[in-house]
């Protein structure tokens, strides 16, 4: 967290040239969480501060996301979490509506999401246990299943169940199912499977059986062959499109990671046999995880789809595409997924946005050329009046993935290691369903990895350390902040007509009768200065190169590309590290003089811009007092 709060590079101008020309509850939304997504773990919330009228216009579910969006800003925050969230967590006079307890709810898992201990999970539980409007269930529910994620807790469980029965209740029973899923994940209980498969029969809310669908497939988890008697089951379902959709979201789940060939081509037949659309799409974006961290093998598979007539399958390609190759910038799939910018379908278009944010997330000019186009794209699409707003939300949500994390995160499936791994999975399992329901937009922060070079001492400290890049320091760097182009209006004023004004006019028209000359220009002495000053600018530019390496200090933001390139310096270090640095995330240092004192990074304050940058703690800036002086009255 002390990362990503003391290297927030965040351009606030984006935010507000979005703020300024959305219109629309949609886009509204979109904008708000696009800070979330943002700011996530840096604890700045000053575009929240700085707009709290603009934020409260936000009505019904957009407050519910708008609070949710706390969660973002402040995940990993976990000690003061109840303290930052309490003028929003549900209080005995609860809001008839309960959209911001809700949503208060919904952040308080976001903040502990995989890792949320018994004090945590019996706070919610209790919460849950006490709501009286949907609002306030849905997120007691998402925020209970992200705080117990992976923790295959039968007691968790049958409460969220009982909260699924006991209401019939759509809103509430899709958060219900997902949660269900997210508790349970890879654990194959067989019970549970069997009682969420009968009631998504049995209801007759599309919402449930969706949430059911989305908790079901997380049950089999990595689970590969041993989830095949599940599928099966699934499948035979020929009359009910949910059960297959559900079937397909099983392989994704059950394969994620794996390249297991053999399941593509399964895949490949379901995109080109099943009848309906949903289970086509989702069909094709289980491609993608099931091919994930393989760019090439998923960009061979997929390739043929990008041209195919129906839109839900150039959608479910894209996807599949930008999960695949997320973060790495191949380009092969940048081409592929850049003309379905123009398709003419609303969906298609924000699916490519989305996908596009994925693969380019954390890439310069210098790494990818074409993420400076990408960039202008997407503030063409967000500014156009005559676009369509759910182009505009992808493209307002693809700007908040592109910028994450104060732009020190990247977006991954798989660990250091290339194993999957199961939050970045599930996460982004669940943020497609965004699809339905813009609330699960959140759950994308839980695939945002920090890119990071910690340094760590044996008290588990972070001393003062130099590492050396062996490339220029442009190559790597952060994008360089937009410049705000302020409109100097000027006033007209009304100008005296004087005598001699007149006289001129008068001359004026007599010139305008007579034939005009041809204007000649005159050699001057000007123009050969300008080109003498013109060569020695550049002279100047080619004489001052930029090194071809440069010292990063601890802690360090390193992108994937630039681990290679690390290493430390020859001289003047007084730290060796026990494994090799070019691994990245946090390394542990042996000191190579016990006696010398030993230098520690200062702590930066959470809930604003880092310390050292002269900002006070709710991000504005402190103003120095002023210096003493005398003052008389006998003088006036």
């Known amino acids: 967290m002390q990362f990503l709060i003391k290297n927030n590079h965040t351009d606030m101008l984006i935010l507000k040239n979005i703020k300024d020309v959305v219109r629309g509850s949609c886009a509204h939304n979109a904008t708000v969480i696009a800070n979330g997504l943002m700011h996530t773990g840096t604890t700045c919330d000053d575009f929240l501060r700085e707009n709290l009228d603009w934020i409260s216009k936000a009505t019904n579910w957009n407050k519910f996301n708008a609070v949710a969006s706390l969660g973002l800003i402040h995940k990993g925050h976990e000690r003061e979490a109840r303290k930052i969230l309490d003028p929003y967590l549900p209080r005995g006079d609860v809001d008839p509506y309960g959209f911001k307890e809700g949503g208060s709810l919904y952040a308080y898992g976001l903040i502990h999401a995989n890792h949320g201990n018994q004090s945590v999970i019996n706070y919610l539980t209790d919460q849950l246990n006490k709501a009286t409007t949907s609002a306030v269930r849905h997120g007691g529910c998402l925020g209970l299943g992200l705080a117990a994620l992976g923790t295959r807790s039968v007691k968790i469980y049958e409460h969220l169940r009982e909260c699924l029965y006991s209401q019939n209740e759509a809103v509430s029973g899709e958060g219900a199912g997902i949660a269900m899923g997210l508790v349970l994940a890879g654990s194959m209980n067989q019970s549970a499977f069997d009682e969420m498969r009968s009631y998504i029969l049995d209801t007759q809310h599309d919402k449930i059986q969706r949430g059911l669908r989305t908790g079901i497939a997380m049950l089999a988890y990595g689970m590969l062959e041993k989830a095949e008697p599940w599928i099966e089951i699934l499948e035979s379902f020929h009359s009910e499109s949910i059960m297959r959709q559900t079937a397909v979201c099983m392989i994704a789940m059950a394969y994620a990671g794996s390249g297991n060939a053999e399941v593509v081509k399964r895949l490949l037949e379901k995109v080109a046999a099943d009848p309906s659309s949903d289970v086509k799409r989702f069909a094709a974006i289980a491609i993608g995880f099931v091919l994930s961290g393989n760019p090439e093998l998923c960009l061979s598979h997929t390739g043929m789809l990008f041209e195919h007539f129906n839109g839900h399958i150039r959608y479910g390609a894209a996807i599949a595409l930008g999960i695949a190759c997320a973060g790495s910038g191949y380009k092969e799939s940048v081409s592929r997924l ?287 007092p002023h210096e003493p002086f005398n003052f008389s009255l006998l003088n006036y």
């Not at 006289?503 to 200065?529: C, F, I, L, W």
């Not at 681990?563 to 240092?589: A, D, Q, V």
């Not at 190579?592 to 004192?597: A, C, G, P, S």
Request: with cysteine; proline share 5%.
């Open 338 to 624: 850049e003309p379905l910018l123009q398709a003419k379908e609303n969906f298609v278009r924000q699916g490519a946005l989305i996908a596009l944010s994925f693969v380019l997330i954390q890439h310069t000019e210098s790494t990818c050329s074409n993420v400076v186009e990408f960039r202008k794209t997407i503030t063409k699409t967000i500014t156009e009046k005559s676009e369509d707003t759910i182009t505009k939300f992808g493209a307002i949500v693809a700007q908040g993935i592109l910028d994450a994390g104060g732009r020190n995160v990247t977006l991954s499936l798989h660990n250091r290691d290339g194993q999957p791994d199961m939050p970045s999975v599930l996460g982004t399992f669940v943020f497609l369903q965004h699809w339905y329901w813009h609330s699960l937009t959140h759950f994308i922060s839980l695939a945002f990895q920090p890119t990071c070079l910690i340094g760590l001492n044996k008290g588990l400290k972070m001393p003062k350390i130099v590492f050396r890049c062996n490339t220029k320091a442009s190559y790597f760097a952060y994008p360089p902040p937009l410049e705000d182009k302020k409109k100097v209006e000027v006033e007209k004023v009304e100008v005296a007509v004087l005598s001699t004004t007149n006289k001129k006019k008068g001359g004026e028209k007599k010139k305008e009768q007579e034939p005009e000359k041809m204007e000649v220009d005159e050699p001057t002495d000007e123009t050969h200065s300008d080109d003498k000053e013109k060569s020695d600018e550049r002279v100047n530019k080619e004489a001052v190169q930029e090194p071809s390496f440069h010292n990063i200090s601890n802690p360090a933001r390193v992108v994937r590309l630039q681990l290679r390139k690390l290493s430390m310096p020859t001289e003047g270090s007084h730290y060796t590290p026990i494994k090799s640095i070019t691994r990245g995330g946090i390394i542990m240092f042996e000191r190579l003089n016990e006696d010398e004192e030993e230098e520690l990074v200062e702590a930066a304050i959470a809930g604003g811009i880092s310390s050292d940058s002269g900002d006070s703690k709710d991000g504005m800036k402190t103003v120095a």
